[in-house]
């Protein structure tokens, strides 16, 4: 199982930009997506996360500006940020728990950067 994380990149505050994550491989079902991040010198933290059936959780400092969503479909998940801030600069990690036909195990994609700055 692969997953390919995109839409990162350099934005104004107060900005928008969308994150995807695409996982591919023998995938029966994702259970939990969720967004991570790691700022400089942090260390990483949840920042929202979605469950099959849709409920969401997301962290304090994003409610209200960020959305997840997800297409069970094409097993893909996304992640909307608007009203983007200065403090919100890093890089974004998608990690999915996947149902194979063998096991359940947490995979992570490969981090797409982050950064909002005039």
């Known amino acids: 199982v692969q997953l390919q994380t995109s839409g990162g990149g350099l934005v104004q505050p107060g900005g928008s930009l969308r994150l995807s994550c695409v996982a591919s491989?023998?995938?029966?079902?994702?259970?939990?997506m969720g967004w991570y991040r790691q700022a400089p010198g942090k260390q990483r933290e949840l920042v929202a996360a979605i469950t099959s059936s849709g409920s969401t959780n997301y962290a304090d400092s994003v409610k209200g500006r960020f959305t997840i969503s997800r297409d069970n479909a094409k097993n893909t998940g996304y992640l909307q940020m608007n009203s983007l801030k200065p403090e919100d600069t890093a890089v974004y990690y998608c990690?999915?728990?996947?149902?194979?036909?063998?096991?359940?195990?947490?995979?992570w994609g490969q981090g797409t950067k982050v950064t909002v700055s005039s």
């Open positions: 990690k999915s728990r996947v149902v194979s036909t063998t096991s359940i195990d947490d995979f």
């Open positions: 491989g023998r995938i029966l079902r994702i259970n939990i």
